[in-house]
T-cell receptor, first 110, second 116 residues
């Protein structure tokens, strides 16, 4: 099992701005998942991108995956105060557990 | 289906006592995970099951920690002889593994343990 390393550790932006978080990992994966955790809704799955995919969208979220660089990014467009949360990337190999890193803490102020 | 359910939501215990937490996963999910989380940290993986088989338990924090999933449905996490350092949020998650691959995991609201 491996964990992702999110960067930056903390990010502060204004409402309406875009937020970009990056993730690096060490060994080959089957898929990579992004999760969000805030005090109100607990830990929630956002998006899963498979190793043969390069980009995926879900609403205001855009995830990219570069398996040659072993990295992923999560872009949140037009941020809202409700996006304030910690974001975790979870690189996943077949037959292994889901391991979480320290995450990126995003603060969106109005 | 109401999602992943954890009980109790809060537990206060005296140091040295044993505690047991229960997790009821989403009914068709074959994988079940346990994590511990302290303030400002990400969820720390403890153990996981595929059906009733415990696939990894090397990351359980000490031999005071044990987990079971006897019929491949609900699971329990027991901590014996609790210590103040065990105070944390204990999270359970479930997922439907397709072959060996993990799909999205759904988390419960957690059990907050306070050891006094």
């Amino acid at each position: 099992s491996q964990q992702g390393e999110e960067d930056p550790q903390a990010l502060s932006i204004q409402e309406g701005e875009n937020a970009t978080m990056n993730c690096s990992y060490k060994t080959s994966i089957n898929n990579l998942q992004w999760y969000r955790q805030n005090s109100g809704r607990g830990l929630v799955h956002l998006i899963l991108i498979r190793s043969n995919e390069r980009e995926k969208h879900s609403g205001r979220l855009r995830v990219t995956l570069d398996t040659s660089k072993k990295s992923s990014s999560l872009l949140i467009t037009a941020s809202r105060a409700a996006d304030t949360a910690s974001y975790f990337c979870v690189p996943n190999q077949a037959g292994t557990a889901l391991i979480f890193g320290k995450g990126t803490t995003l603060s969106v102020s109005s | 289906d109401t999602g992943v359910s954890q009980n109790p939501r809060h537990k206060i215990t005296k140091r040295g006592q044993n505690v047991t937490f229960r997790c009821d996963p989403i009914s068709e999910h074959n994988r079940l995970y346990w994590y511990r989380q302290t303030l400002g940290q990400g969820p720390e993986f403890l153990t996981y099951f595929q059906n009733e088989a415990q696939l990894e338990k090397s990351r359980l924090l000490s031999d005071r920690f044990s987990a079971e999933r006897p019929k491949g449905s609900f699971s329990t996490l027991e901590i014996q002889r609790t210590e103040q350092g065990d105070s944390a949020m204990y999270l359970c998650a479930s997922s439907l593994a397709q072959g060996a691959s993990n799909t999205e995991a759904f988390f419960g609201q957690g059990t907050r343990l306070t050891v006094v």
